[in-house]
């Protein structure tokens, strides 16, 4: 895990439009821990030996992302070995942009960026954790290889109403917000600021992993 400091930084981003990312406002974190890396296929089934049935074919490798996880068992995963799955504002924060308009790497997009954070290779499959090289705090696959999991309920307003100081999302809703992009998605998609959304019980997602915090206050 890498230690992300105390304070504000600027999250969202006004060109993703309100359910994407809009609008960009300032947010202060309390400072936290979180995953270097995506959690694995070869590290949950150490707690969730079951997933090793079905395994994606797109991620299948022992140490590539884990996928086809709904989002109560990443989440439980995380409880089991006394994490937690990161808030939005976390999971941005830690992405190292120097805002959410651009991505983990920095303002524009480079088709060797792609490929080093999951995405190039014919668009089948995700890559090994930590492949390619890291963001400004050392952790890798921000953008790209596979989308992951939050903490967060999905509201397109809730931009609108989020408190400044440690923002946990909505109290309820639909759906779970997931971050970051996979290999199979847009260029869009893997700038640090935009938001999308899945239905939390499905383990049919072959493009979404998570990974954990741990939160020091």
């Known amino acids: ?18 359910e994407h990312g809009a609008p960009a406002h300032p947010v202060y974190l309390d400072a936290f821990m979180i995953d270097i890396y995506e959690v694995t296929n070869i590290r ?19 140490n590539c992302p884990v996928t086809k996880i709904t989002w ?18 976390q999971w941005e924060k830690a992405a190292g942009a120097a805002n959410g308009c651009e991505f983990p790497w920095g303002p524009d997009f480079d088709p060797q960026k792609k490929q080093a954070h999951g995405g190039l290779e014919l668009k089948v499959k995700a890559s090994p954790v930590g492949r390619y090289p890291p963001n400004k705090f050392g952790i890798f696959d921000m953008g790209g290889n596979v989308w992951e999991w939050v903490a967060d309920w999905y509201s397109p ?16 809703g639909v759906m779970k917000v997931r971050r ?38």
Request: charged letters at 25%; glycine letters at 8%.
């Open 44 to 62: 949950l089934e150490q707690v969730m030996p079951d997933h090793k049935l079905r395994r994606s074919l797109s991620s299948h490798c022992d």
């Open 1 to 18: 895990m890498v230690l992300i400091p105390a304070g504000k930084f600027q999250q969202g981003c006004d060109s993703l439009g309100p």
């Open 157 to 172: 307003r809730y931009y609108f109403l989020e408190p400044l100081y440690n923002p946990r999302g909505p109290s309820k």
């Open 180 to 217: 970051g992009g996979a290999w199979s998605d847009s260029v869009k998609a893997m700038k640090a600021g935009y938001r999308d959304w899945s239905y939390p019980f499905s383990r049919s997602y072959s493009d979404i992993g998570f990974r954990c915090v741990i939160n020091l206050k």
């Open 72 to 89: 109560y068992e990443a989440a439980d995963y995380c409880h089991l070995i006394g994490k937690a799955l990161p808030s939005e504002a």
